[in-house]
Nanobody
Framework: QVQLVESGGGLVQAGGSLTLSCGAS?????????????MGWFRQAPGKEREFVAG????????SYADFVNGRFTVSRDNAKNTMYLQMNSLKPEDTAVYYC????????????????WGQGTQVTVSS
């Protein structure tokens, strides 16, 4: 089992930036085992379904983004710290949501149902 904890959310004006972090801990988050996983960032706005934002394959850093990101966000990882990041620039009011990180075996997926473990979420609010 992997425990995930997000941080870094907050209130920012449109056009601003935030960096979210997702730290992984637990027995399954150590060593070679964790390198066999994929991780993803998702978000959920009130009244909307949870949607894929970005994903990264832990073993080789291969990344993928949702179309709406359009070059504004960057997902990255720090192997030594078992931490995934989401650098968000040029934020828009429509980016307002609770952001979640998740982990699954193999590579990332755009389907939230395929993930095993989730963090508690961190609120991102972008004012106009």
């Amino acid at each position: 089992q992997v425990q995930l904890v997000e941080s870094g959310g907050g209130l920012v004006q449109a056009g601003g930036s935030l960096t979210l972090s997702c730290g992984a801990s637990g027995r399954a988050a150590s060593g070679r085992t964790f390198s066999l996983n994929g991780m993803g960032w998702f978000r959920q706005a009130p009244g909307k379904e949870r949607e894929f934002v970005a994903g990264i394959r832990w073993s080789d850093g291969v990344k993928s983004y949702a179309d709406f990101v359009n070059g504004r966000f960057t997902v990255s990882r720090d192997n030594a710290k078992n931490t995934m990041y989401l650098q968000m620039n040029s934020l828009k009011p429509e980016d307002t949501a609770v952001y979640y990180c998740a982990v699954r075996p193999g590579t990332y997926s755009r389907d939230p149902l395929l993930y095993d473990s989730w963090g508690q979420g961190t609120q991102v609010t972008v004012s106009s």
